[in-house]
């Protein structure tokens, strides 16, 4: 298994991924241009926007992960979000999620800007069985404006 | 009491509400660089940055809140994270945290992006009570990177 | 303001602070046959049934509480579950329901069962601020079978 | 597999289980004293003392679930409460823990007393992956006595 960044060539496999992880989420029947849009800012390379990272074996990719860098006030070098993170169904129990998380951990560093967080519902025990080893809760919670 | 964005001449007030806010979350004694950088961003009107927001009445700042744009994979727009609320501890109970989350969803609003949230200790309970008022929660715990 | 344990002639006071209760937790318009029993259960002084504390001023009652003890299989002595805690309205804010609890920690160390626990919504903010102080939140949560 | 209520002869496989339970609730090295008294107190047969199920297959102890009905000051038939659940670690995924919670469920309704509720941590993520599905996490959480 490679981490690696994403590229256009994925977009068909990407585009499943993504998909899977939207319905998932109770976001079913997403339109095309949604994930039109979503490849072309990751793929793009703008540094203040998304990028991608997938997990790839022979060819197949088993997740993906996408963060960006965003200001934060009492750190001057910012903070790095990592919105989404996916594995296939069939590729659970390889340590994908646990590598891609990683893999972020590692651009983070390479950016100069250390600081990496996520969001995931209280609920999401699976998730958070990965996420007691390789993160850290922190005992907050999120709070949004009602739409 | 006026809800307005925060200018130089609130430098010595703002820093000292400020102050009282990370001594609140166990972050005392920053140094005044600390507060020059921060004060800097906000007032430098960069809309990729923090902005601020105070409360004011009779010349005292009672309040205030530093928040951000920044993007979101599945909203073209972005979001808007609400980082800083602190009201004066002699100005609670006036509705100053209310009128500070309601003035930046008309900002958040006015730039074309109202999606706002915002992050909280599960135990800060009298935030909570009025963030069930203004706010929803979201059901999602934040986890960090340890570092 | 006096801790004491309800007494017949406390009926009427009783009934009104537990009615009030009730209604907080959504079970308004209980018949009188619900109090009825209630009061006659914590009356008869059972040691196996619930016990019953009011704390009273100038012949008012200002709150109320209701424990029992029962087997706990690591504790040979067993355990006090302090059920219902109320504090009428108007006397908020005067140390009542503090002053019950305590009340209760000292009747379970007379029985020889120090053990005691409560349970909380996780949103009850107001009470949460005191449970905090005089008690330990567990990381215990609670799970109904489905009735 | 079969669920059947504690014998005599389940003494030896009974208390590996047991103590396997309380190593991993961080309680190691409990002395034989307390597993005799466990034990001498579930098959007493005492219907105001703890009850013991297990799940046997082919002679073999697979699990085990120690519950009581205690009074309820709302509920004049009481509650029954589920303290203890394990399933030995080579017999999981068989529906081991899900058999014994429905026994249980079946042995409260057999008493007249269908309430039954249970504690677990909030991070017991397989647990909650369970619970989830035959119970309903009630939003109250536990606090305890400072002892």
């Known amino acids: 298994m490679e981490i690696r960044a994403l590229r256009s060539e994925d977009r068909p496999q990407w585009q499943a991924l993504y998909d899977d992880y939207h319905r ?4 079913p029947d997403l339109p095309d241009a ?14 203040s926007d998304f990028h991608g990272l997938v997990a790839e074996a022979d060819g197949i990719l088993l997740g993906l992960t996408h963060y960006v860098f965003h200001p934060h006030l009492w750190r001057p070098e910012g903070t790095c979000y990592l919105q989404d993170l996916y594995t296939a169904p069939d590729a659970r129990g390889r340590g994908v999620a646990r590598a891609l998380i990683e893999a972020v951990y590692t651009a983070a560093d ?3 800007t250390p600081a ?3 969001l995931t519902q209280e609920t999401n025990y699976a998730g958070r069985m990965l996420y007691d080893r390789v ?3 922190s005992g907050f919670i999120r709070y949004n404006r009602p739409l």
């Open 116 to 118: 990496v967080y996520w």
């Open 34 to 47: 949604f994930f039109d849009q979503a490849f072309t800012r990751l793929i793009a390379d703008d540094p």
């Open 110 to 112: 390479r950016s100069g």
């Open 24 to 27: 998932f989420y109770d976001r």
């Open 135 to 137: 993160g850290r809760q």
